[in-house]
């Protein structure tokens, strides 16, 4: 019923009601309140005090991700090597650090780049390298916009500035962006699994990750 009703209500509503609900929520907790910690059934995660989806999910349903999880765990093992673009606060990227050798968890939003190190040290991760940088084309800086509402869908700042992805008045910040191929520049390094969710950017990553992919059994993409 309730996603039934979702889908009779347009979605630039579904969006204003999102932000609205997302705004009274920083006003309840305080500007000083920046994420809640939520125990779920393994492991534990600070997510953004803002975040009504990724955020939302943990903080009602105490999960985010299992199907995703599933799936992508059949792909690795206890010796695998595993990169992440867009890790987001590591609701996935955790759960599977847990179960293989090593991984490279990339994060382009800063402030979620900090829920994720804060989450790695609460879950004791040791087999993570983090990096807070966009993965793109090439080397340089690009334009950021960070999503409120939806902080998973922060974002390289769009060529056509709609209001779907304005509408939570994000701010927009320069990120250092690099290529995946200059991150994992070890030719010796072989990966069983590369996932990646970056909000449509996933074309200019893929030019900058050649190398990788070609050292690379599978890769996922959100």
Same mark, same amino acid.
């Given at each position: 019923m309730?996603?039934?009703?979702?889908?009779?209500?347009p979605?630039?509503?579904?969006?204003?009601?999102?932000?609205?609900?997302s705004?009274?929520?920083?006003k309840?907790n305080?500007?000083?309140i920046?994420?809640?910690?939520?125990?779920?059934?393994?492991?534990r995660?600070?997510v953004? $005090?803002?975040?009504m989806s990724?955020g939302?999910?943990?903080?009602?349903?105490?999960?985010y991700?299992d199907d995703?999880?599933?799936?992508?765990s059949?792909l690795v093992?206890?010796?695998?090597?595993?990169?992440f673009?867009?890790?987001?606060v590591g609701a996935?990227?955790i759960?599977?650090?847990k179960?293989?050798k090593s991984?490279?968890?990339?994060?382009a939003?800063?402030q979620?780049?900090d829920?994720?190190?804060?989450?790695?040290?609460l879950n004791?991760?040791?087999n993570a390298t983090c990096k807070?940088?966009?993965?793109g084309?090439?080397e340089?800086?690009?334009?950021?916009?960070?999503?409120?509402?939806n902080?998973?869908g922060s974002?390289r700042?769009?060529?056509?500035k709609d209001?779907m992805? /304005? /509408?939570?008045?994000?701010?927009?910040v320069?990120?250092?962006?690099?290529t995946?191929d200059?991150?994992c $520049?070890?030719e010796?390094e072989? /990966?069983?699994?590369v996932?990646m969710d970056i909000?449509?950017?996933e074309?200019?990553?893929?030019?900058g990750?050649r190398k990788v992919? $070609?050292r690379?059994?599978?890769l996922?993409?959100?």
């Amino acid at each position: 019923m309730k996603k039934a009703i979702k889908a009779l209500i347009p979605s630039f509503i579904v969006r204003k009601i999102a932000a609205t609900l997302s705004t009274l929520t920083r006003k309840l907790n305080g500007k000083n309140i920046t994420g809640f910690l939520v125990q779920t059934e393994q492991f534990r995660f600070v997510v953004g $005090s803002e975040d009504m989806s990724v955020g939302r999910a943990l903080r009602f349903k105490g999960s985010y991700g299992d199907d995703e999880f599933k799936r992508t765990s059949k792909l690795v093992g206890n010796e695998s090597n595993v990169v992440f673009v867009g890790t987001h606060v590591g609701a996935i990227a955790i759960p599977i650090a847990k179960i293989v050798k090593s991984c490279v968890l990339i994060e382009a939003n800063p402030q979620t780049f900090d829920l994720l190190t804060t989450n790695i040290f609460l879950n004791e991760v040791t087999n993570a390298t983090c990096k807070n940088v966009a993965i793109g084309e090439c080397e340089g800086e690009i334009n950021f916009v960070l999503s409120r509402v939806n902080s998973g869908g922060s974002k390289r700042e769009p060529a056509v500035k709609d209001n779907m992805y /304005y /509408y939570d008045n994000p701010k927009t910040v320069k990120v250092p962006m690099v290529t995946l191929d200059s991150i994992c $520049s070890d030719e010796r390094e072989v /990966y069983d699994l590369v996932f990646m969710d970056i909000e449509g950017s996933e074309f200019f990553a893929l030019q900058g990750m050649r190398k990788v992919l $070609s050292r690379t059994s599978a890769l996922v993409i959100e």
